[in-house]
């Protein structure tokens, strides 16, 4: 059988958020019951839960079920990661990468969990200076590295839409644990994240 993955939403809170969302249609001066949004609502329902879905997921257990002994003790990077929040201050999305790195002290994970924890912490209201030491304490705590390195670069649409309007604008917010608090360490990670090694 083909691969197949089914979606599910939480029937009480499909509901109750497309009641509200018709009533907010009706609030900025739209008509709820035109063709083209009647079943707008719903789709915000749906897509709410599943921008949110982080609240639900547990960042260490996903660490903890793909944990393996290992004796490497070099730098471990995962750069160029995708990730898309929304800003708790207006519910506007902010998107980006992550770049991660870690030194091993024993244990490592699988590289792809790494990016669900990005997940997990992204798919949630957010402040990107919080989520950057949110990544970085999930895996300091699993793995107990030696080190863990974390930096977001995003573009924020709550300042690119309204506000300020400042199209080009990019911030950068960066949380470093124990081998990267020393600069030696920390600069073979950001030349490590700045280079173009892997495109051609
Ligand atoms: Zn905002």
New binding site residues.
């Given amino acids: 059988m083909a691969y197949n993955k089914t979606e599910q939403y939480d029937e009480q809170t499909t509901l109750g958020l497309t009641d509200h969302y018709k009533k907010v249609l009706n609030l900025i001066g739209e008509d709820p019951e035109r063709e083209g949004l009647l079943k707008t609502p719903e789709r915000i329902a749906k897509a709410m839960q599943y921008m949110t879905q982080g609240y639900s997921q547990d960042a260490r257990a996903i660490l903890n079920s793909a944990k393996f002994h290992e004796p490497v003790s070099e730098m471990i990077v995962v750069k160029d990661i995708e990730l898309y929040s929304m800003?708790e201050?207006?519910m506007?999305p902010?998107f980006g990468k992550a770049h991660i790195a870690y030194i091993p002290n024993g244990w490592i994970t699988g590289l792809s969990k790494i990016a669900r924890v990005v997940d997990v912490y992204a798919r949630r209201l957010q402040v990107q200076e919080r989520m950057t030491v949110e990544i970085m304490n999930a895996i300091k705590d699993t793995l107990n590295p030696l080190g863990v390195a974390v930096v977001i670069e995003a573009q924020?649409l709550?300042?690119m839409m309204r506000g300020v309007q400042k199209q080009n604008s990019e911030t950068t917010t960066s949380a470093f644990f124990g081998e990267f608090e020393k600069y030696p360490t920390r600069n073979e990670f950001l030349k490590l994240i700045s280079s173009n090694l892997s495109r051609k």
């Fill in positions: 800003c201050h207006h506007l902010f924020h709550c300042m």
